[in-house]
């Protein structure tokens, strides 16, 4: 199994651009998850999913979308970059439609938002 | 907001001793969860504890929970260089189950 992957690594963009963060899983998990990385804030949940479907935001959604039209990937959409979207983005999953069975993360994508 | 709170926010300690970190919450949770973080990388998942439970065990590491005063702790014992990393709590709470919050983490560095 890959696991969770996530593409791209790194990702350079200007102001105002927009662009998709991939991120996918082979282990059939049903909840799917991003999460925002930022120096001294943790980790904060931006949008999630229980299922192929079914999406719902987290903390910090603003400036972001998502769709979930399979189990397997799990889309995170920037519609007009900001220099405060500057993060690490880390995509995560888990069995059980739920958080309780702990969670898979990918090795994150690194923004930069100029 | 952020519900997990670490301290100390980072821990400097020799190889061989044994490294405590704590995680305090603000209300009721159905589990709470430790993860860790090698620099660079993505999370992984080291163990869950749920609120009925006070102590548990997985290999070198031992959790406990204390839901009275809302705070748990992770030991790492017989520390190697190998487990410098950052650690985070995570908490789940509310109706399903449906999303953790993160605290700030904790940073070990295990000196050789």
């Known amino acids: 199994n890959a696991g969770v992957t996530q593409t791209p690594k790194f990702q350079v963009l200007k102001t105002g651009q927009s662009m998709t963060l991939q991120c996918a899983q082979d282990?059939?998990?049903?909840?799917m998850s991003w999460y925002r990385q930022d120096p001294g804030m943790g980790l904060r949940l931006i949008h999630y999913s229980v299922g192929a479907g079914i999406t719902d935001q987290g903390e910090v959604p603003n400036g972001y979308n998502v769709s979930r039209s399979t189990t397997e990937d799990f889309p995170l959409r920037l519609l007009s970059a900001a220099p405060s979207q500057t993060s690490v983005y880390f995509c995560?999953?888990?069995?059980?439609?739920?958080?309780?069975?702990?969670?898979?993360f990918g090795p994150g994508t690194r923004l930069t938002v100029l | 907001s952020q519900q997990g709170e670490e301290d100390p926010q980072a821990l400097s300690i020799q190889e061989g001793e044994n490294a405590t970190m704590n995680c305090s919450y603000k209300t009721s949770i159905n589990n709470l969860q430790w993860y860790r973080q090698n620099s660079g990388r993505g999370l992984v998942h080291l163990i869950l504890i749920r609120s009925n439970e006070r102590e548990k065990h997985s290999g070198r590491l031992r959790v406990t929970l204390d839901t009275s005063k809302k705070s748990s702790s992770l030991l790492i014992t017989a520390s190697r260089a190998a487990d410098t990393a950052s650690y985070f709590c995570?908490?789940?709470?509310?109706?399903?189950?449906?999303?953790?919050?993160f605290g700030k983490g904790t940073k070990l560095s295990v000196i050789p």
């Open positions: 995560a999953s888990s069995y059980g439609g739920r958080t309780d069975n702990g969670q898979f």
């Open positions: 282990m059939n998990h049903e909840y």
């Open positions: 995570a908490v789940s709470s509310g109706a399903g189950s449906y999303q953790l919050t």
